[in-house]
Structures are given as structure tokens and as C-alpha cells.
């Protein structure tokens, strides 16, 4: 979404890589924890995706326990203090019915997280599952397939995701996740498979066949475990885009119902008052802002680290 | 290169039917029969009537050959809703407002993102260029209705007396350049992105290094050589980038209260107008289908390596 394909296309070798070929005594096992290390140490050389990271981790944090240590109840309806502006007592202020700017915030980023990470991994489930079907049959089937993906490529989201919820009716968590999911799984499914392509050339692909392994086998053992730095690189990727999907359907009033509200709907809320109270709407799209920058930090930096062929310039 | 344009034009052709096919089966999962939800029970004799004027009494195959071939002549149908009025009739009458913002949001974006992100790669790590980075990553971030909002709360109504923008509406050129402005930050972001990224690329090119090699002036270089091969990328992006601007218009004409595609896409779902739902649907995924199509081949002219690859 937010990486063109072209991006993604881009490649080229990673000048801090090569030369740093570790040798390791016989039988040690290796191969694993140093990819790992590897991939952290060219992470933490990215300052903005540190930095990101760091604060990304303190947003979530953020909502999970502000709401377990906050005084006040999300819910309780007060309308003597409706609109407090910001204060000591409410950090944030106070909405419409009095209620606690800073906890609600923190319930809403919950609910936006949650249905973020939720849909994120629908789509890459989606992805994987058609992806590596693809690229690993080949021949015609992958053909088809592409053909199809070609098809659906750059259709808008939002008109599918409105009709999905019309379909199913109510707006619940687990709607909501179909409905951002139904009609954005197409990216990861083709990075899985290029990435699959790729792979199957690899000489332990072929030695792992010439050797009578079975096709699941490989696959299973081979071939999905390495599309997993892949995978890793595409939740952040797709995280900003359907964050923001979700935003867009609740602010246009089709999102989860009150009182539960996610930061899009807070938003919605704040925009009747915005010539008044700005705060109401500015703090949960500032918190929407920080979480998807944030995301897009993350991804550059997991991209360098992970799969250092594939480095944005 | 004609073969190329009449293969891809093919193409087309079952991309389109299934795009329709696929609208048209998740409408038809949409609770039944509209008209046997309406408030007064209506008499078999004319409720037959009704299934056979709207052709519900057929197959679901025969009803969407009927309606693809009603795409193909430009008829969407009648409304479900609004009795006199057909699919047509709203197309016509707010279609071209949609058209006309999301036009203008796009060369907004090409015209200020295009030179940012080139000025941004001549001199990289520059000042410059992290505040242009800063501000592209920021335009993709922040939600239009933020955008939106901020630039009418401070255009339109604190320093309303110096600007003089009006906050919502569509008639005058005043009340465009808000909703222009909101819809093309985010594209003008991505187009600032992406050509600082393939310039950077492209700038490291031998072909560049031989043509400063060989005395060519720098201005020229940049002119034929940089700016040629790095805006091919852009010319893609174009073919997904109008599905962003469809989708963002619907929060911007909701914001801006435009009487266009989006607003009205919203109202009828909410009415439950699935006709109108439906044929709305099918014209943005047509639009999309034709753009990529357009982007294909204008990328084939471009860059004469993609014409197999892209069929």
C-alpha cells in the first residue's frame, strides 16, 4: 500500500553485507541464531526504525494498561463534566458526555490495534495460502492465478469493504476484519509468491527434491519457513493501510457500535465539535498518525534487516 | 507495438466480466429480494410483476448476462429507492464532480510532488531533503480527515477574514481548493517518494556517469538522460494511485459535503439502494480497470522491455 511494487522491485546489493561471511567451528548450530542477530544488528544501525519501534512498543503499551490503572470509568456517562479542556485530572480533556479523554483513547487504540493486527494477518494468511499455491505449482495454475491477481490489482478497497458489511449486516469485530481483509490481500499474495520463485530455484530446493523429498515436504520445510522474513516486512507494510481503512469506515459511521469506540469513531465524534473543542478530534487521529508513521519506519527498517537484497534507496 | 495495444485491449475484456461477476455475486448475498422487505405486503400477482419487470424471476446467470450487457450499452439499471430516477440519472449528475476533484487533486500532486521529489534527490541529505521526507511521510500518515479538518478549521474559519474560503460546497472555485488540497496531500506524498527513490537509483546508472563522462552539460544530463527513466515509475503508480483517490474522495466529499460519487455511495448504502450500490461499484472497479489498461500501455510505449512481461 504504502511501498509501491516498483519499490519492492528495486534491488540491489547490500554494501554492509557482503565480506562479513562468518566461519563457525564444525557442528555448531549457527545457521539460525545468526540470521536472527544478523538481522537485529542491521536493524538497530537504523536509527528511525529504532526510534520507531521504540515508540510504536510504548503506544501499544500505552492502551493496554492505561485503561487498567485509569481512575475513571470509559463509559460512565457525566454531563457535568462534558468538554473539560485539558487539565491535570484529564490529561487530554473530556468528551461529549464527560468522559475521560485519555482512557478512551487508550480503549480505542486497543480496538484499533487489535483489528489492525487481526486483519493484517487474515491478509497474510490469504496471501501465503494463494501466494505459495502459485508460485509453487507453476506452470498454467500459476498463470490463472496471476491473471486473476492481475484482475482485482488496484481496485478500491473501501466500496468491497462497505458491501461486505452490508452483507453480513452487523458491525462487530470479526466483520470488521473481513471486511478490510476481503479486498487487500492481493499485494502479499503476489510478494509470496515472487518470493516463492525465487526460492524454488535455490540448490537446496533442488537438492532437498533430487533427494526423493516429497512436494509438501519441501514446501512445508523449505519453502514457507523462508517467506517468513518476507512476511514479517509485510505486516508492517499493510498495517498502516488497513489501520487506516478501518479509521475511514468508522469516521463515515459505518464502524463498531457504541460505546465501544476505535480511534476512527472517537474521531467521527470529534469532528461534530471541532470548532470548539479541536481536542476531541485531534488526539485519537494523532494517535492513527503516530501508529502508521511509525509502521512505515519499521518496515523500511525490518526490509533492510530481514532482506537485505531488497534495500530502498 | 500494435499487437501489444490490441492484446492488451483483449485483456480487458474477461477483467472486465469478472470484476462485474464478482460485484454481482456479493450483491446478490445481500439479504434477498429488496422489494420483499418494503412495508406494505404486496399481492403475489404483483410481486410476480415486479420479479419479472426486474428480471428477478430469472437464473442468477441469465440476470447477470443481463446486466453485463446492460454495462456494455451504458444502461445501470433503474433505482431502487428513488423511483423515477435511474442508476444512469445519479451517474450523470454526480459523477462529473467526482471526476472533476479527483482530476484536479492529481495534477495538484504531480505538479508540487513530482519536482519535490526530484529536488529532494539532486541534493540528498540535504536540509531539504529530510524536510521533504518528513512531509511525504507525514502525507501518507496523517488521515485526510485530519487534513480535511485542520485546513478548514484554519483556512476557512480562524484566519476565514484573510482567505475567505467557504468550509463545504462545490459551486464556486473557492470551495475547491480545500477538498483539492486535502485529497492530493497523500498522492503528492507518495508521487515526492517514489521519483526521489528511482531518481537516487537512476543517478547511480553508468549510462548517467558515461554521459557526464563524455562533457555532456549537467542540465542535460538531468533533462534527457535522469528525469526521462526516472518518471516511467510514476507513469505506474498513476493505475493504483486512482483507486487511492476514489477512495479517499469518499471521506473528502463526506467532510466537504461535495454532492459527489463518494457522498452519494454512502447514502445509498445507508438507504439500501443496492442498484444504485451496485452500479456505482462497477463504474469506480470499470474506471480502475480502464486506468491500469491505459497505465499498461503508455508503460509499454515508455519502456519497451515490459510489453511482454505486461500482455
Known amino acids: ?313 | 507495438m500494435v499487437g501489444f495495444i490490441i492484446r492488451r485491449l483483449l485483456w480487458t475484456i474477461p477483467v472486465l466480466l469478472l470484476v462485474i461477476l464478482m460485484t454481482f455475486l456479493m450483491m446478490r448475498h445481500i439479504q434477498g429480494n429488496p422489494f420483499r422487505h418494503s412495508e406494505r405486503a404486496v399481492s403475489p400477482e404483483i410481486q410476480a410483476n415486479l420479479d419479472r419487470k426486474f428480471n428477478l424471476d430469472k437464473p442468477w446467470y441469465v440476470q447477470y448476462a443481463l446486466y453485463v450487457k446492460g454495462v456494455a450499452t451504458f444502461d445501470l439499471g433503474p433505482s431502487l429507492v428513488l423511483r423515477n430516477q435511474s442508476v444512469n440519472d445519479i451517474v450523470r449528475a454526480h459523477f462529473p464532480i467526482s471526476l472533476q476533484l479527483g482530476f484536479l487533486a492529481m495534477v495538484f500532486a504531480v505538479v508540487l510532488g513530482i519536482p519535490l521529489g526530484v529536488i529532494a534527490a539532486l541534493r540528498p541529505n540535504s536540509a531539504f531533503d529530510y524536510a521533504a521526507m518528513l512531509f511525504a511521510n507525514l502525507g501518507f500518515a496523517v488521515p485526510s480527515f485530519l487534513i480535511a479538518t485542520l485546513l478548514i478549521y484554519f483556512f476557512a474559519l480562524k484566519w476565514g477574514d484573510i482567505f475567505g474560503l467557504p468550509t463545504s460546497g462545490w459551486d464556486t472555485w473557492q470551495s475547491k481548493i480545500l477538498p483539492v488540497i486535502a485529497l492530493g496531500l497523500g498522492p503528492m506524498a507518495y508521487f515526492a517518494r517514489l521519483v526521489r527513490g528511482t531518481m537516487l537509483e537512476t543517478l547511480q546508472q553508468d549510462y548517467v556517469r558515461t554521459a557526464k563522462a563524455k562533457g555532456l552539460r549537467w542540465r542535460r544530463v538531468l533533462m534527457v538522460h535522469v528525469l526521462k527513466n526516472s518518471l516511467t515509475p510514476a507513469v505506474t503508480a498513476a493505475g493504483p494511485l486512482l483507486g487511492f483517490l476514489i477512495t479517499g474522495s469518499f471521506i473528502i466529499e463526506y467532510i466537504f459535503a461535495i454532492p459527489g460519487i463518494g457522498k452519494y455511495y454512502i447514502t445509498a448504502v445507508s438507504a439500501r439502494d443496492y442498484s444504485v450500490v451496485m452500479g456505482l461499484t462497477v463504474l469506480l472497479a470499470v474506471i480502475v480497470v480502464l486506468a491500469n489498461m491505459v497505465v499498461d500501455i503508455l508503460y509499454g510505449v515508455l519502456d519497451p522491455r515490459t510489453r511482454e512481461a505486461r500482455t
Open chain 1, 1 to 313: 500500500m504504502v511501498v509501491s511494487p516498483q519499490q519492492q522491485r528495486m534491488r540491489s546489493p547490500d554494501p554492509a553485507h557482503s565480506g562479513d561471511i562468518q566461519v563457525a567451528g564444525a557442528g555448531t548450530p549457527i545457521a539460525q541464531s545468526s540470521l536472527w542477530r544478523d538481522a537485529r544488528r542491521r536493524y538497530m544501525r537504523n536509527k528511525g526504525a529504532v526510534v520507531a519501534g521504540t515508540i510504536f512498543i510504548a503506544l501499544v503499551a500505552f492502551c493496554i494498561f492505561v485503561p487498567i490503572v485509569s481512575p475513571y470509568d470509559p463509559d460512565q456517562v457525566n454531563f457535568a463534566d462534558a468538554y473539560l479542556p485539558p487539565s491535570l485530572a484529564h490529561p487530554f480533556g473530556t468528551d461529549q458526555f464527560g468522559r475521560d479523554l485519555l482512557t478512551r483513547v487508550a480503549l480505542g487504540g486497543r480496538i484499533s490495534i487489535a483489528i489492525g493486527f487481526a486483519a493484517t494477518l487474515a491478509i497474510l494468511v490469504i496471501g501465503l495460502t494463494y501466494g505459495s499455491i502459485s508460485g509453487f505449482v507453476g506452470g498454467w495454475v500459476d498463470n490463472a492465478m496471476m491473471r486473476f491477481l492481475d484482475a482485482l490489482y488496484g481496485l478500491p478497497y473501501l466500496p468491497f469493504a462497505i458491501i461486505t458489511l452490508a452483507i453480513v449486516g452487523t458491525v462487530n469485530f470479526w466483520t470488521m476484519v473481513i471486511a478490510l481483509s476481503i479486498a487487500s490481500w492481493f499485494t502479499s499474495a503476489r510478494i509470496v509468491r515472487g518470493q516463492i520463485i525465487t526460492l524454488k530455484e535455490n540448490d537446496y530446493v533442488r537438492a532437498a527434491t533430487a533427494v526423493g523429498a516429497r512436494w509438501y515436504r519441501v514446501l512445508a520445510r523449505h519453502l514457507v519457513p523462508n517467506t517468513l522474513g518476507v512476511l514479517i516486512i509485510a505486516i508492517f507494510l499493510e498495517l498502516p493501510g488497513v489501520i487506516l481503512g478501518e479509521a475511514f469506515l468508522s469516521f463515515i459511521g459505518l464502524g463498531i457500535n457504541p460505546p465501544s469506540a476505535s480511534w476512527g469513531s472517537m474521531a467521527q465524534e470529534g469532528r461534530e465539535v471541532y470548532r470548539t473543542h479541536t481536542n476531541v478530534i485531534l488526539i485519537p487521529s494523532i494517535a492513527i498518525a503516530t501508529l502508521v508513521l511509525c509502521a512505515n519506519f519499521i518496515a523500511d527498517g525490518l526490509r533492510d534487516a530481514l532482506d537485505p537484497r531488497t534495500k530502498e534507496t
